[in-house]
């Protein structure tokens, strides 16, 4: 069974990095599109990233396009989201999701499993 847990979230000045991680503790990770989606207070959940396994494709939001890479460790289990010259506007609870399948989906209707969340708050 799909548990995942995310960590590396905080508080960090504008311009700075971080960078999310995401395990698996269930170990069932290798078969699963793995995703990162966001949440601004009052605000919709929107999809950040996310990769496939089969086919190894990833595919990105369009506001964080060449500042966030998102990356997958199958040894570990693990997902990765670095986040790079990050802006006051990246404020949000992020969130790793998995769903079976191949492709990298955006919608985050179409995960069936996701972690509990880490805070990410960047400072003006």
């Known amino acids: 069974q799909v548990q995942l847990v995310e960590s590396g979230g905080g508080l960090v000045q504008a311009g700075s990095s971080l960078r999310l991680s995401c395990e698996d503790s269930g170990r069932t990770f290798s078969s699963y599109v793995m995703g990162w989606f966001r949440q601004a207070p009052g605000k919709e959940r929107a999809f950040v990233a996310a990769?496939?396994?089969?086919?190894?494709?990833?595919s990105y939001a369009e506001s964080i396009k060449g500042r966030f890479m998102m990356s997958r460790d199958d040894a570990k289990d693990t997902v990765y989201l670095q986040m790079n010259y990050l802006e006051p506007e990246a404020t949000a609870d992020y969130y790793c999701?998995?769903?079976?399948?191949?492709?990298?989906?955006?919608?985050?209707?179409?995960?069936?499993?996701w972690g509990q969340g880490t805070q990410v708050t960047v400072s003006s």
């Open positions: 990769i496939s396994w089969s086919i190894r494709g990833t």
């Open positions: 999701a998995a769903r079976p399948g191949k492709y990298a989906l955006s919608d985050p209707t179409m995960y069936d499993y």
